[in-house]
């Protein structure tokens, strides 16, 4: 006794089910997308995706074995020449079933069944993860140097308040002048006003939001938007001591502390290339 297929029975006999679902078929792959009921469409989809890796093959076999199923030469034309290079780099799940309203009338639930075409994500899923995982990485380092930056600069004195009276001019001129030991001239101009103004305090100022890192040999820092200096395009990476090149496997993961212009230079400095023989035996 042979197995029963999956799924609710179409028609009224073996026969009817196969045409129907030949008819299915022809239709979604001439208008990429049809409505039918929720049922037809879960019985449609397994076959219309064998059909598909048929034509992903494209040979004259598969064409022959499409055409037992759909007799349009159209329909299996545009098939292998169109469809099936949308789908060329897809594993699988080539159709798409999305439920609608139901039917008025009978109230059958209804469906959309449709061909995905879209083309796949050029990052794979693991670079994706990697990259917003280095991102976090960024986001918590400048965190940490912003608060110990915070930390580290004085508090700036404020400027003492002067209160003039209303007595004469000539009591004013009269009137001794301070005299300022050799030992207080810092605390005097720190109270002037002078401390953490000007180009010098404005260069301070930025330098202490900075955090301080030893840069090697022949190394640059990266540029306050995290890209590279021109001309450098070698990835260094001091907790691991290694170096990654343009071509490397884990270089768009990496987070770049500082950046050489050719592998020699970073090989000077006392890096090695990652995934590299000794680097795997050091790890």
Known sequence: MPAPTKGPRLGGGPAHERLILANLATA??????????????????????????????????????????????????????????????????YTRITKVAPRKGDNAPMAVIELVREPL???????VVAEAQGATKRAAKEK?????????????????VVEIDDAPVADIQDAPVADLSDAEPVAATAAAG????????????GDADVAVVELPAGALAPLPDGSAPEGYLVKGNADSGLYHEPDGQWYDATEA????????????????????????ADD
């Open 28 to 93: 979604l792959f001439e208008h990429d997308s049809i409505t039918t009921t929720e049922a037809k469409a879960k019985r449609l989809r397994p076959l219309a995706e064998r059909l598909v890796t048929f034509a992903k093959r494209g040979d004259l076999h598969a064409r022959r074995r499409v055409m037992t199923v759909v007799r349009s030469k159209g329909v299996v034309h545009r098939l292998f020449v169109e469809i099936a290079p949308d789908m060329a780099q897809r594993p699988g799940g």
């Open 121 to 127: 994500s050029a990052k794979p899923k693991r670079a």
């Open 144 to 160: 940490r140097a912003k608060e110990t930056a915070k930390e580290t600069v004085p508090a700036v004195a404020a400027d003492p």
């Open 194 to 205: 002078f401390a953490g103004t000007g180009e010098a305090g404005d260069q301070d100022a």
């Open 257 to 280: 502390e500082f950046w050489f212009a050719t592998a020699a230079d970073a090989e000077a400095a006392g890096f090695r290339k990652a995934g590299s023989a000794k680097a795997d």
